[in-house]
């Protein structure tokens, strides 16, 4: 016994049932090995969330060396503690530029450094690149900086700042 389906009645279900997962062509976990192959990464597209990481990592070292929480950061720049959390916890984040900007006057950072950082501005600046990525690569996640973490930290603001 053969039992049909239309396809109308397939996508009234859709319509009805915005949670339901729907797979048409290949399956999906065929599909997720496919994307290591076909959906790669541009260069570009790598640098910008390498960027975006050390944006986010400069973000939560700098509020933890002033000893603020993500809630009182919010209301000194008054910007949402959603997005500064994203800011801090999603890698690939991309905040909003009005964020970007009350975050590098909080912080009395570079603006045009801290758009690109962030990912708001496009940039091939490889010295920032470097600069950025190393920074975060060796910026850990401790309750307090230690000595080695505020100076990286200085380095880091310090070259955003003259650079």
């Known amino acids: ?18 949670n339901l ?3 048409a062509g290949i399956p999906s976990i065929r599909a997720e090995t496919l994307e290591l192959f076909v959906n790669k990464k541009s260069d570009e597209e790598v640098e910008v969330l390498e ?3 050390a944006f986010g990592t400069l973000i939560h070292q700098m509020r933890r060396d002033k000893g603020v929480d993500i809630l009182t950061l919010a209301e000194k720049v008054d910007v949402n503690q959603e997005e500064l959390c994203s ?37 091939h600046d490889k010295p920032l690149l470097d600069a950025a990525v190393k920074f975060a690569a060796r910026s850990d996640d401790l309750s307090e900086l230690s000595k080695e973490e505020r100076e990286i930290l200085n380095n880091f603001v310090k070259f955003l700042s003259n650079y």
Not at 98 to 117: C, D, I, P, S, W
């Open 51 to 53: 960027l975006k990481h």
């Open 1 to 18: 016994m053969k039992m049909y389906i239309s396809r109308d009645a397939i996508r009234k279900r859709i319509r009805e049932d915005g």
């Open 87 to 123: 800011i801090e916890n999603i890698n690939g984040f991309e905040p909003k530029p009005r964020t970007v900007f009350k975050l590098a006057e909080y912080f009395n950072l570079n603006k045009g450094n801290l758009m690109k950082l962030s990912g708001a501005a496009i940039t």
């Open 21 to 23: 997962d729907v797979e």
